[in-house]
Every structure is written in C-alpha cells, then in structure tokens.
C-alpha cells in the first residue's frame, strides 16, 4: 500500500552546515508529497509542496525535488538556522483514495550554536 | 482570519469517561480532519469529513467517533475513554481542491488516567 518513511528520528546539527531530512515513499499511482513543519508547542504548517511540472518548490530556504526513480521528497537547507529546530513531517497525497494525506513518522531537527 | 480552533486545549480524564474534543474554522472549507500525534508514529489519520453529515474512517478509527452537522464545526468524540488514547489530537482543515494544504489547529492534549 501507499506509504511514506522517514528514517530519521533525529538529526542533530551545529548552526551553518547543511540540512537534508530524508523522505522516500511508496505510491500506486503519480503522487503529490509534501513538507510540513512543526515548532515546539505549535500547529503543523506546510513549508513547501511538489509541483507537477518539475518545478523545485523552495521556501523559507528550504527545497525539495521529486524523484520519481527513487521515489524520494528529500528536504535540503544549505545552512542551518537555529530558528529551524522543529519537527519536520513529509506527507503523500492519496490521489485515488479523495485526497487523504500520509503522513511520516516525523523527524525532529535539532540545531546547536 | 484563517484560523482552526481546538478545545478544549488540555484535558485530564479517568478511564471509562467519555471525551468530546471540538474543532471549529473560519475559511468554509468543506474537508476537516482529526489526527493524533504520537512520538516514533508521527500523525495518524482518525477520520476525515468531506462535508456535513459525510464523514470516512481515517486509519486509526476504532474506539472514536464523529459529528459534522455544520461545515465549520467538526467534533472528535470518545465513548468511554482508555489509557491507549492518551495523545495529542490535532484538527485540521483544507479546500475540496486545494491541493491538500492543511490548516491544523494547535492541538488538544488528552491525558486518560
């Protein structure tokens, strides 16, 4: 069945270097993934969301590409902020099945000074 | 305004108790949602309504249930309550098209003792 993983629980990193939070999915048909974000003690919101014309959804810094080869929504940052300490959720649009989203596991980004 | 209102917010029960979570917003969307968060197993779907009165099990629908008799109300309710049901419960909202972005609430933290 239609599925999302992400295997990290939590990823710790020093302010600067590089983000990338890893999504891979399973889907029967032509999917649509998406990022959302959640800050300590607040409502999940959604960062950014793939396109269907091979567009590269950016926000906030943070971008995304679809790869439909390897069936994988991988979210990047070139440097780290530490305003990005959050739980990072990506999610998997069920076209067929009206429109319910899959969500992952969840994996909580941690930034240190 | 934009806005999904959980209540109540926070919520101490005994075992066997019945729980009435409710969720309100303020952008007519016609599809709302109840999730629970839970550490390792992220968000997991309760149920899904797509108008008033047309509700859908979600993935975890056992021991709840519940009622949308107005597009911008929809409420989670727990028949007698159980100590597995101790979470976070998260009300969310989107368009019918809208490519799936969800407006979620801030969450209702039920702890059952």
């Known amino acids: 069945g239609d599925s999302v993983t992400q295997t990290e629980g939590l990823v710790t990193l020093t302010e600067g270097l590089p983000v990338m939070l890893n999504c891979t999915y399973q889907s029967t048909y032509s999917p649509f993934l998406f990022w959302y974000v959640q800050h300590l003690n607040e409502a999940p919101k959604l960062l950014l969301k793939?396109?269907?014309?091979?567009k590269r959804p950016e926000h906030q810094g943070f971008h995304a590409t679809l790869h439909k080869s390897s069936s994988s929504f991988h979210l990047q940052k070139s440097s780290a902020q530490l305003s990005d300490s959050a739980l990072y959720y990506c999610?998997?649009?069920?076209?067929?099945?009206?429109?319910?989203?899959?969500f992952g596991q969840g994996t909580k980004l941690s930034i240190k000074p | 305004d934009m806005k999904v209102t959980q209540m109540p917010r926070y919520l101490i029960k005994r075992m066997g108790e019945n729980v009435l979570l409710e969720c309100g917003q303020d952008m007519s969307h016609e599809t709302m949602y109840w999730y629970r968060q839970d550490p390792g197993l992220g968000l997991q779907l309760i149920y899904i309504s797509y108008d008033v009165d047309s509700n859908s099990e979600g993935d975890i629908p056992k021991g709840y249930r519940v009622s949308r008799k107005k597009r911008e109300h929809f409420s989670l309710i727990l028949d007698s309550a159980k100590t597995n049901q101790t979470s976070v419960y998260f009300c969310a909202s989107s368009y019918q098209n809208s490519g799936n972005t969800l407006y979620f609430g801030e969450g209702s933290r039920l702890i059952v003792v």
């Open positions: 793939s396109f269907t014309d091979n």
């Open positions: 999610a998997l649009r069920m076209n067929y099945n009206q429109g319910k989203l899959i």
